[in-house]
Every structure is written in C-alpha cells, then in structure tokens.
T-cell receptor
Framework: GENVEQHPSTLSVQEGDSAVIKCTYSDSASNYFPWYKQELGKGPQLIID?????GEKKDQRIAVTLNKTAKHFSLHITETQPEDSAVYFC?????????FGKGTMLLVSP | ETGVTQSPTHLIKTRGQQVTLRCSSQSGHNTVSWYQQALGQGPQFIFQYYREEENGRGNFPPRFSGLQFPNYSSELNVNALELDDSALYLC????????????????FGPGTRLTVL
C-alpha cells in the first residue's frame, strides 16, 4: 500500500518568514495530493491540493509543488503569521482513500 | 452550506464495551469515510461508504463496522473496545462517488474523542 513520509516533524519560524514542509510517497499510482491544517481540538481543514497533471498550484500565501518523477511534494507558506500555527498533514491518494503523513507542527512566533 | 458534523464530541467507555459514533455529511455529499487518529499521528483510513455500501476498508479488524443511511449520514460501530481504540475518530465526506476521479477530495468533521479505560 501507499506510504507517506513527512518532514520536518516540528518547524519554528519567525512571523514573516517562509515555511516549507516536504513529503514523499511510495505508490506511483497516487494522483491526488492534499494538504490539511489541523488546529487543536478540531478536525483537519483542507487548505490546498494538487493533482498529478499539475506541477504547481498557488493560493495567496500558500503554494504546493509536485515532482511525480521523484515522488515528492511540498507545501510552501510565505509571510507566515501567528494564526498559521497548527499541525499540517500531507496526504496521497490513488483512489478514494487518503494516506496521511505523520504531521508537522508549525509554530510561528510574533 | 452546513459542514460535516459529528456526535458526540467526547465519549468515555470501558474495555469490552461497544460504542456508536455518528456523522452527518456536508450538504450534497454522498460519500462518507471514517478515519482513526491516534495522538500525535496522522489519520488512518478505516472504511468508506457510498450508496449505503462499504466501498473500501483499511487495516482494521471486523469489530469496526459501519452503516450509511439514505440521507448519506453514517455510523461507526466498534465492538469489544480495547485500550488502543482510544483516539480521535474523524468522519469525512466527498461530493462525488468512487470512480469519478474526484472522490478523494474529502472534507472532515471535528471528530469524536473516544477514551477507553
């Protein structure tokens, strides 16, 4: 089955800096790669996603890049703000199920 | 538009008991998936329901079972609870069914926190 590795496990940045979270996957059949933000006591919130026919997608301060050959994808957050502090999960899917990474705790200090 | 809702919010059970968790899908969504999230881990897929039938199952034993109703809401049942079943149980709904190419776009509810003592 699919296996997703996510790094780093924790990331601390200063407000205004950029943050990058990286994931690798194992199943070449996977074609959908969403990113979720999970705040304490809440369910995961879909923040951006990318499909395998696209190399990059951007939504305001958030961008995701995908390298299908190398089987890795990354989340980029620019101009970080304290409210970006949360746990971020990447996931990969080839059919209906999502396989998640173990998460990255992002801490943005004012 | 109402998002995914789950009940109860929290639940405490003892080992060996049975539990039922409930989920109402987002308006217009016909596919429901259940995930288990242990503390400090990513969600793990339990199973998915579409048109009231199970459509895919993760690596969970048969004591984890589910239902989907005609209004697309769903239940997760766990029998013979074990201590390791303590986790956040998440329900996610999708706007399109299997085979559409967009059925993996999933929106999560707030979860039910289950504690087994």
């Amino acid at each position: 089955g699919e296996n997703v590795e996510q790094h780093p496990s924790t990331l601390s940045v200063q407000e205004g800096d950029s943050a990058v979270i990286k994931c690798t996957y194992s199943d070449s059949a996977s074609n959908y790669f969403p990113w979720y933000k999970q705040e304490l006591g809440k369910g995961p919130q879909l923040i951006i996603d990318i499909r395998s026919n696209v190399g990059e997608k951007k939504d305001q301060r958030i961008a995701v890049t995908l390298n299908k050959t190398a089987k890795h994808f990354s989340l980029h957050i620019t101009e970080t703000q304290p409210e970006d502090s949360a746990v971020y999960f990447c996931a990969a899917s080839g059919y209906s199920t999502l396989t998640f990474g173990k998460g990255t705790m992002l801490l943005v200090s004012p | 538009e109402t998002g995914v809702t789950q009940s109860p919010t929290h639940l405490i059970k003892t080992r060996g008991q049975q539990v039922t968790l409930r989920c109402s899908s987002q308006s217009g969504h016909n596919t429901v998936s259940w995930y288990q999230q242990a503390l400090g881990q990513g969600p793990q897929f339990i199973f998915q329901y579409y048109r009231e039938e199970e459509n895919g199952r993760g690596n969970f034993p048969p004591r984890f079972s589910g239902l989907q109703f005609p209004n697309y809401s769903s239940e997760l049942n766990v029998n013979a609870l074990e201590l390791d079943d303590s986790a956040l149980y998440l329900c996610a709904s999708s706007p399109r069914g299997p085979g559409t190419g967009a059925d993996n776009e999933q929106f999560f509810g707030p979860g039910t926190r289950l504690t087994v003592l």
